[in-house]
């Protein structure tokens, strides 16, 4: 197996690991029963902990697939040391689900949209792990890490590549699937977008399509009947635009999601569809009244500062002129002269207003 | 010090000075102007360090810096009326510099005193000299050394 097929091989077993976690998170999720008496609160608590050393070995199994380094493990290590230590201090056992597996912080999410973009090569997964505080949490930061990661997509095999009509490759990596081929001939090369890769895996495709809302990511999930879009657009470009996106459930200064679904005739249709009204830096309307109003805010806050730091006035500056000697201004101007030559000699045709002006202190 | 360096301290330390005028006063002053000062001042570390109790006159800066901010003035601030007025100034106190400096490196001024000190010194030692009266054996024998002397 090649390198690239490895690559491959590691991403596959990534959306098998992420969707195993994801259902063992459910099935986590307490029930009644769970909450009948002692014996079968302490039966659910031990549940939860082996869950937690469950999902500790996954996490630890994805970071060295993909070659995160040895500060991405202890990281890990320490936010598992941290959640037990947590585990027993939590008591009731909703809590305890809550808040160690299921919880997700909105500020989080948040900052994980800001890290975690296509086409670019930010994006500190160390210390998004540091602040998560749930496994879901941990599992959303991976996520966004591993499908908006440029370098992952472009690491696995190439299947084919087209180039469209604005001089950007269509690229599809991964497994030869129906709805790869499907996609990948039907992608339309009158589209204006930029670099688009595709990896295609057997049930699923993941999509980075450049300069759609600067780097939109589509994550494709094949269904019986047809398939399932979910998108994430890290860059508004035009809120208006944005609303009215298909599927559209949530819009931040940190970007948009949303997901829908479209059945096995209408897939190219719907999806395509849907990137092309992905608004582009073109779509940016500026406010201008904004813009100009918080410029003259900016200023005038500038001018207070200034004001506040003014401590000399103009009749100081004079009572120090008047003490002055002709020989003391003559050097200076000398100085001055010789400084503002060299630099003239630096560059041709430079003017300035002190050329052909007299000495100061001559009669 | 080089020169180079020195207008390059001179620079940036009346940049830093300029801040602490208010907008009106450094409007009037071209950009042009600025904007050597500003390319001036990027080969130096100097930072100047102001007083907000004291006065301009009262500051610790240099005197390149003060002729400085003088040629700022004259240039771009002072009325005409003014001008005339500081450009006066000027040469009086030049003069007046030069009349101190003649004073005190004066040649003449200078041996003048210690001739002055070296006759009173005489005048001293004289004083304390006893005047003897020669005996005839003393005088003829100061004339027949003479004589051998001279052969």
């Known amino acids: ?363 | 010090m080089n020169n180079q360096l020195e207008i390059s301290n001179i620079a940036a330390e009346t940049m830093q000075v300029l801040r602490y005028f208010d907008r009106n006063f450094r409007s009037k002053i071209s950009s042009d102007f600025l904007k050597l000062l500003e390319e001036l001042s990027e080969g130096s570390n100097i930072v100047v360090k102001i007083d907000k109790n004291k006065e301009l006159k009262d500051q610790n800066i240099s005197e390149g810096c003060k002729d400085l901010i003088a040629i700022i003035y004259y240039r771009f601030i002072a009325t005409e009326d003014e001008k005339r007025e500081i450009i006066k100034a000027w040469n009086n106190n030049e003069m007046s510099y030069q009349n101190m400096l003649r004073e005190k490196y004066n040649v003449d001024n200078i041996f003048k005193d210690k001739t002055d000190k070296n006759t009173d010194k005489q005048k001293i030692e004289n004083s304390l000299v006893e005047i003897k009266k020669d005996s005839l054996i003393e005088k003829i024998k100061r004339f027949l050394n003479k004589i051998f002397r001279s052969k």
């Open chain 1, 1 to 363: 197996m090649d390198e690239q097929e490895q690559n491959f091989k590691k991403l596959k077993d990534f959306f098998k690991k992420d969707m195993n976690m994801k259902n063992l998170l459910m099935s986590l999720a307490p029930k009644e029963i769970d909450d009948y008496d002692e014996e079968s609160r302490m039966k659910y608590m031990d549940a939860l902990y082996n869950g937690l050393t469950h999902f500790e070995e996954e996490f630890r199994s994805i970071a060295e697939s993909f070659g995160l380094g040895e500060e991405v493990l202890n990281a890990i290590s320490k936010y598992f040391e941290k959640s037990r230590n947590a585990f027993y201090d939590k008591g009731m056992i909703n809590l305890a689900y809550q808040q160690i597996f299921s919880n997700m912080d909105e500020s989080l999410i948040e900052e994980i949209k800001d890290q975690f973009v296509g086409y670019t090569d930010y994006g500190n997964l160390l210390e998004i792990i540091g602040q998560t505080k749930s496994i879901n949490e941990l599992l959303h930061a991976f996520h966004s890490y591993i499908t908006n990661n440029k370098a992952i997509m472009q690491a696995m095999p190439l299947i084919a590549t087209k180039m469209n009509e604005f001089g950007y490759p269509i690229s599809i990596y991964g497994e030869q699937t129906e709805l790869a081929r499907k996609i990948f001939l039907d992608f339309p090369v009158d589209m204006d977008v930029g670099w688009t890769d595709i990896v295609s895996m057997e049930k699923k495709m993941l999509m980075m399509v450049r300069d759609r809302g600067h780097a939109l990511t589509i994550e494709i999930d094949k269904e019986e009947a047809g398939a399932v879009f979910k998108y994430f657009i890290p860059k508004l470009c035009n809120r208006d635009m944005i609303e009215k996106l298909p599927g559209i459930n949530k819009i931040t200064e940190n970007g948009a999601t949303g997901i829908f679904e479209a059945s096995e005739e209408e897939i190219s249709e719907k999806l395509f569809g849907f990137i092309g009204k992905v608004p582009m830096d073109s779509d940016i309307v500026f406010d201008w009244e904004k813009i100009t109003s918080q410029i003259t805010m900016q200023n005038e806050e500038k001018t207070k500062q200034e004001e506040k730091q003014a401590i000399f006035e103009e009749n100081q500056a004079k009572e120090i002129s008047i003490e002055r000697k002709t020989s003391g201004i003559k050097k200076i101007q000398e100085m001055l002269q010789k400084a503002k030559n060299f630099i003239k000699s630096r560059f041709t045709n430079e003017k300035g207003d002190y050329d052909n002006e007299q000495s100061i202190g001559d009669k």
